[in-house]
T-cell receptor, first 114, second 117 residues
Framework: EPEVTQTPSHQVTQMGQEVILRCVPI?????FYWYRQILGQKVEFLVS????????KSEIFDDQFSVERPDGSNFTLKIRSTKLEDSAMYFC????????????FGPGTRLTVL | AQKVTQAQTEISVVEKEDVTLDCVYE???????LFWYKQPPSGELVFLIR??????QNEISGRYSWNFQKSTSSFNFTITASQVVDSAVYFC??????????????FGTGTRLQVTL
């Protein structure tokens, strides 16, 4: 069964460093999302991406964040200068038909900022 | 703005008991979708069900069943004859169609279900 994959599973970085989280969505899906979950809290939306552009972003997704689909398979989230409060689990999700379909999540990348 | 409330923070049951997880939502849209996801201790989010706002028919899938009631803005999830493997955090989520096809999911705070022997 096709699934969303994410690398790395765990990333440790120093405050102020740049990180890139990688995702490979399900191959025929057209809609892509990033969410984050601070430990023990609810899952929060960051950004949605469709047709090679951002569809919607949350207040969390400020200028420090960016997304890219550099080729036909990868979908990346970059945090330019990490802060302690960026420590969280980051989930990538993809969907075939957006709101008319379910979103399928990857296993997540745990980001720890020291 | 949309909102999802899961008032039950944690529920503990003994195996084989039935358990219902509550979900109440708020939205101004007439077309919306409701979801349940399971997050086991391993951390991944597992899609369980999606229901659109025009379909109030209850659904049963094995030991799982869902009760959607628009009149009370609720989408409750029942596990029949619970098993230890059902232990997880369960999230209810809402997606509004009027905001566009790439509409985000808004999650509730989750209910932690602990099933013991």
């Amino acid at each position: 069964e096709p699934e969303v994959t994410q690398t790395p599973s765990h990333q440790v970085t120093q405050m102020g460093q740049e990180v890139i989280l990688r995702c490979v969505p399900i191959s025929n899906h057209l809609y892509f999302y990033w969410y984050r979950q601070i430990l023990g809290q609810k899952v929060e939306f960051l950004v949605s991406f469709y047709n090679n552009e951002i569809s919607e972003k949350s207040e969390i997704f400020d200028d420090q964040f960016s997304v890219e689909r550099p080729d036909g398979s990868n979908f990346t989230l970059k945090i330019r200068s990490t802060k302690l409060e960026d420590s969280a689990m980051y989930f990538c999700a993809s969907s075939l038909a957006g709101v008319y379909d379910g979103q399928f999540f990857g296993p997540g990348t745990r980001l720890t900022v020291l | 703005a949309q909102k999802v409330t899961q008032a039950q923070t944690e529920i503990s049951v003994v195996e084989k008991e039935d358990v219902t997880l509550d979900c109440v939502y708020e939205t101004r849209d007439t077309t919306y979708y409701l979801f349940w996801y399971k997050q086991p201790p391993s951390g991944e989010l597992v899609f369980l069900i999606r229901r659109n706002s025009f379909d109030e028919q209850n659904e049963i899938s094995g030991r799982y069943s869902w009760n959607f009631q628009k009149s009370t803005s609720s989408f409750n999830f029942t596990i029949t004859a619970s098993q230890v493997v059902d232990s997880a955090v369960y999230f209810c989520a809402l997606s509004e169609a009027d905001t566009g096809t790439a509409s985000k999911l808004t999650f509730g705070t989750g209910t932690r279900l602990q099933v013991t022997l």
